[in-house]
């Protein structure tokens, strides 16, 4: 079993950062790779950027344009989304989950592959 928490969200203008953090417990052959993905109202959910628990290169998508970036906290279990020059379309519900397997750039951000989801943790960006 595995748990994944999250905090960091809040509101925030335009141009702004905000710090995600995403805590895993539980069997750690069940977090091998740690993501995060967001959900804004009316559209469906996306990968944002993913890592892997062992180390490793992370991946982004492309649409967040260098402005995101992750970390990992292994004596934690905490990934951290660092979040900069934040815009109103960043507004979104941020999720973060835990997947047993060693995931790559096909395949990361597929939510199928993660099994242990947080509750989320809200980010809005006004204008």
């Known amino acids: 079993q595995v748990q994944v928490l999250e905090s960091g969200g809040g509101s925030v203008q335009a141009g702004g950062s905000l710090n995600l953090s995403c805590t895993t417990s539980?069997?750690?052959?069940?977090?091998?790779?740690v993501g995060w993905f967001r959900q804004a109202p009316g559209k469906e959910r996306e990968g944002v950027a993913a890592?892997?628990?062992?180390?490793?290169?992370?991946y982004y998508s492309d649409s967040m344009n260098g402005r995101f970036t992750l970390s990992l906290d292994n004596a934690k279990n905490t990934v951290y989304l660092q979040m900069n020059d934040l815009k109103p379309e960043d507004t979104a519900m941020y999720s973060c989950?835990?997947?047993?397997?060693?995931?790559?750039?096909?395949?990361?951000?597929?939510?199928?592959?993660?099994?242990?989801w947080g509750q989320g943790t809200q980010v809005t960006v006004s204008s």
């Open positions: 989950a835990a997947s047993p397997d060693w995931l790559y750039i096909g395949t990361w951000s597929n939510q199928n592959m993660y099994n242990a």
């Open positions: 539980g069997d750690t052959l069940k977090r091998t790779f």
């Open positions: 890592i892997g628990t062992r180390g490793g290169n992370p």
